[in-house]
């Protein structure tokens, strides 16, 4: 039997990150879906693992899916886990049989009308929480790519959360109730303690606080950046790109770099710096054992609500701000009116509308949004919207395999692009690429793209970069591009933000193109 949701609003407004310092800052397992600092409308969700969490990794090479109990103590075996099962099946599989056996009813308390509340297609109802590696584009597209060092996916069970509506002010705890759930009186004790940490954390019984200030992260000396392709070997790779274009064997190639960063930061402390700096309304924080996801992202790689509606947002074409108010509405009007990056965004376009046409009603996709500019603190990016419903008989996990990876991250036509990129990149991207967010238990879903983002792990930390590559790229710009969107990202571990410099026409001194900048 489906387990309900119950809602429990607390008094006043609290600002998620002073929820998640408090509440979750030394859990090892937690999340935070962040709407963005001073949001003024969305939502965000906090939540943390607790004894009853299921954590699900996937393997792309053993082709399986291994289940843990991150809360279950290993000397006492306190808690309902035991030991690792590890399933011969893929990550969509696993949730296309847990979700359709967990399916929750409606809330059971009373709600609005508002977007997020009871009624309404929007929100998360509690599910499962984690991210999606590119590398799972094996399985559902069938191309070759290299072995992630990273699980290649990895998602906590969510039977509780709290929600934050930054355009009502409210912050509503969530929880699934029923056999395996909480009971009324256990959600009631669970809203006593938070609300009585938050108000002991605060000092004060007033809960309307402000956003903490700032952490710094501590970086104790320089720290060392290693490009997997330096600024001559991405040239030409760029030019390999134009010559398979021309060739015939793909219209659009994203081509992508790894940067490796000798740092290793508290990964709060550098999600506290990432956010301030490069605001977004798809970031968020995902920490998950020892790897932790911290990411600013742009972009909804896919969206589909619990009545069926799929959308998704495919962001092509990239200009850098200028703190100067003509330079920087120059710099838009040229993104804006570039025959280069408006015919990259239409590319993506037509893959997506192709995309979502195999899981769509007949005649259902629909471009709602094309090729409208939206600004962002550190860049101008070009962006449009496409929209459909949900095919009879499919669901949102359906619509997720089918659409993965976002075509916007590979290139046209995708299981080409992706082999000629897997060969001309020379390793994994990882969870750069993929996608994080929630399958709801309701069918609801709800993915951004892990771009602009960060991994942290005991190795250090890494930066996924890129830009999409036509028979119209300037190598030099293009290589620029990379510069840019991994700026803000190398500032917060304290890296350098350029490539290391070198005479033309010295040989690279490492194998691969591999660049090293101290």
């Not at 009116?337 to 005649?363: P, Q």
Request: with cysteine; proline share 6%; glycine share 12%.
């Amino acid at each position: 039997m489906p387990a309900p949701i119950r809602r429990f609003p607390l008094p006043g407004w609290w600002d998620p990150e002073f929820v998640y310092l408090t509440l979750y800052r030394s859990c090892s397992h937690s999340f935070w879906l962040d709407a963005g600092v001073a949001a003024g409308d969305g939502f965000s969700y906090l939540g943390a693992a607790d004894a009853a969490s299921r954590f699900v990794t996937a393997s792309v090479p053993e082709g399986t899916v291994t289940v843990t109990f991150p809360e279950t103590d290993p000397d006492s075996g306190a808690g309902v886990g035991g030991g690792a099962v590890t399933l011969p099946e893929t990550i969509f599989e696993f949730l296309r049989e847990d979700l359709a056996a967990a399916e929750s009813e409606p809330d059971d308390a009373a709600g609005t009308d508002a977007a997020g509340g009871r009624g309404s297609e929007s929100g998360f109802r509690l599910g499962w929480v984690g991210w999606l590696g590119y590398e799972l584009g094996s399985q559902t597209v069938g191309a070759s790519v290299h072995d992630s060092r990273y699980p290649d996916a990895a998602l906590l069970q969510v039977d509780r959360a709290i929600e934050f509506d930054h355009a009502g002010l409210t912050v509503t705890l969530l929880a699934r109730t029923g056999p395996g759930g909480a009971t009324a009186g256990t959600l009631e004790q669970w809203a006593a303690e938070v609300l009585a940490a938050l108000r002991a954390a605060a000092g004060t019984s007033v809960s309307r606080m402000p956003a903490q200030a700032r952490a710094d992260v501590r970086i104790d000396a320089p720290v060392a950046a290693h490009w997997r392709h330096d600024p001559e070997r991405y040239d030409a790779l760029i030019r390999h790109c134009q010559a398979s274009i021309t060739a015939g064997d793909a219209y659009q190639l994203c081509l992508t770099n790894e940067i490796l960063v000798d740092a290793h930061p508290d990964p709060v402390d550098a999600y506290l710096r990432l956010r301030a700096g490069s605001p977004s309304h798809h970031g968020g924080l995902l920490r998950f054992g020892e790897t932790a996801l911290l990411s600013a992202s742009p972009e909804q790689f896919l969206a589909v609500s619990r009545a069926g509606r799929v959308s998704t947002r495919p962001i092509k074409g990239t200009r850098r701000r200028s703190t100067g108010v003509i330079r920087d509405l120059a710099l838009r009007t040229e993104l804006e009116t570039s025959e280069k990056e408006r015919a990259e965004n239409l590319m993506i376009v037509d893959l997506m509308r192709n995309d979502l046409g195999r899981i769509a009603e007949l005649g259902s996709v629909a471009v709602t949004q094309l090729l409208d500019v939206e600004s962002y603190a550190h860049v101008h990016q070009l962006v449009s919207t496409v929209e459909a419903r949900l095919a009879a008989g499919l669901t949102g996990v359906d619509a997720v395999e089918f659409c993965f990876p976002a075509g916007s991250m590979t290139g046209v036509p995708k299981p080409s692009a992706m082999g000629i990129l897997d060969r001309l990149e020379a390793g994994p991207r990882g969870i750069y690429s993929g996608a994080f967010g929630y399958f709801g238990f309701d069918g609801a879903v709800d993915l951004a793209m892990v771009i602009r983002s960060i991994v942290i792990d005991r190795d250090g930390a890494s930066i996924g970069t890129g830009g999409g590559i036509t028979a119209l790229s300037d190598p030099a710009e293009e290589i620029e591009e990379t510069r840019i969107k991994a700026a803000a990202l190398l500032d917060v571990l304290g890296a350098p933000k350029t490539h290391p410099a070198r005479p033309p026409g010295t040989p690279s001194a490492t194998p691969a193109g591999q660049g090293l900048v101290t």
